[in-house]
């Protein structure tokens, strides 16, 4: 098995909210939305988020990210620890790299708390 190969990373369970729209956000809901939101807020995490949502086999490793992105791996690992801790992304250390996927659940969760009826 190839490294292109490697299974999807295993993602969190993801907490979905009512659109905003339907039912009042609750606390813990509204910073949930907050920092995920807050994590995108940003054209290299964007740019990243979709690098990671189209990567082929599910995972890319971050020394493929630096180049598309045009930042060094230091900065891309910063904007992909950011994703992570938000709950947008996973990684997992496969020998001396780390390999990144997105979470899809969660960019369901933020479009369909944007959603109306």
């Not at 909210?17 to 995490?45: H, I, K, N, W």
Request: hydrophobic share 45%; net charge negative; with cysteine.
């Amino acid at each position: 098995m190839t490294a292109r190969e490697l299974p999807v990373l295993d993602a969190p369970d993801v907490a979905c909210c009512a659109p905003l729209s339907v039912e009042v956000l609750s606390e813990p809901g509204a910073e949930t939305l907050a920092r995920q939101f807050a994590a995108l807020a940003d054209p290299v995490r964007l740019r990243l988020v979709s690098l990671l949502a189209t990567a082929e086999g599910g995972a890319i490793c971050v020394c493929d990210l630096t180049d598309p992105v045009g930042r060094s791996q230091g900065t891309v690992s910063h904007h992909l620890r950011i994703l992570v801790e938000s709950g947008l992304a996973t990684s997992e250390k496969r020998g001396r790299n780390v390999w990144y996927a997105v979470v899809p659940a969660a960019l369901e969760a933020l479009r369909a708390a944007l959603a109306t009826r």
